[in-house]
């Protein structure tokens, strides 16, 4: 059987007066004995870019004339903003079920199905209900909000983090708002 040990790479040194570094070096960290090699990044990139729908997408790059009339309103990011009457009370806590819901099946779907997922999903709903019953309504206070009481799960054996946990949920939140 072969051991494990690593041979290093043969990083790229460069020709200046600046001493080498790791940042320097080739992605390779390097190679272990059985000739694979061994990568400082991730292989998986993640599976999903965040849109948000609320925004306006007149801008298109078929049509440059677009990009020069930044003063019409019509090119401009709309408010992201939950609708007031989501703000009472039983309508906060149909929303929050509603994430909940939504929110464990879009982790399971985009990634695979694991008890994170549950943990995610109750903590996310959760941070929106308080944040409909204190009555914000702006996506970028609810998103933060959420992030950092997301950061109380335990990730270590999970594919996505606190961040990106509460951006996909205000995603899901913006493409509910369209609906509505």
Same mark, same amino acid.
């Given at each position: 059987?072969? !051991?494990?040990?690593?041979?290093?790479?043969? /990083?790229?040194?460069?020709?200046?007066?600046?001493?080498?570094?790791?940042?320097?070096?080739?992605?390779?960290?390097?190679?272990?004995?059985?000739?694979?090699?061994?990568? !400082?990044?991730?292989?998986?990139?993640?599976?999903?870019?965040?849109?948000?729908? !609320?925004?306006?997408?007149?801008?298109?790059?078929? =049509?440059?004339? =677009?990009?020069?009339?930044?003063?019409?309103?019509?090119?401009?990011?709309?408010?992201?903003?939950? /609708?007031?009457?989501?703000?009472?009370?039983?309508?906060?806590?149909?929303?929050?079920?509603?994430?909940?819901?939504?929110?464990?099946?879009?982790?399971?779907?985009?990634?695979?199905?694991?008890?994170? =997922?549950?943990?995610?999903?109750?903590?996310?709903?959760?941070?929106?209900?308080?944040?409909?019953?204190?009555?914000?309504?702006?996506?970028?206070?609810?998103?933060?909000?959420?992030?950092?009481?997301?950061?109380?799960? !335990?990730?270590?054996?999970?594919?996505?983090?606190?961040?990106?946990?509460?951006?996909?949920?205000?995603?899901?939140?913006?493409?509910?708002?369209?609906?509505?």
């Amino acid at each position: 059987m072969k !051991s494990l040990g690593f041979s290093p790479a043969n /990083p790229t040194i460069p020709r200046n007066s600046i001493p080498y570094s790791k940042v320097h070096s080739t992605h390779v960290i390097g190679i272990p004995a059985s000739k694979f090699p061994v990568f !400082s990044r991730p292989i998986c990139p993640l599976k999903f870019p965040i849109r948000f729908p !609320s925004i306006l997408s007149s801008l298109s790059v078929s =049509n440059p004339q =677009n990009f020069e009339e930044e003063d019409d309103p019509q090119t401009q990011v709309q408010d992201l903003r939950v /609708p007031d009457h989501w703000v009472v009370p039983s309508k906060a806590l149909e929303e929050s079920e509603w994430l909940k819901t939504t929110l464990h099946k879009w982790l399971d779907d985009e990634y695979c199905p694991e008890a994170t =997922n549950i943990e995610i999903s109750e903590v996310a709903a959760q941070s929106y209900y308080q944040s409909l019953l204190e009555k914000r309504t702006d996506l970028g206070e609810i998103l933060l909000k959420m992030a950092r009481e997301l950061q109380s799960i !335990s990730y270590q054996e999970s594919f996505h983090g606190a961040f990106s946990s509460a951006n996909a949920a205000v995603n899901l939140i913006a493409q509910r708002i369209e609906q509505d």
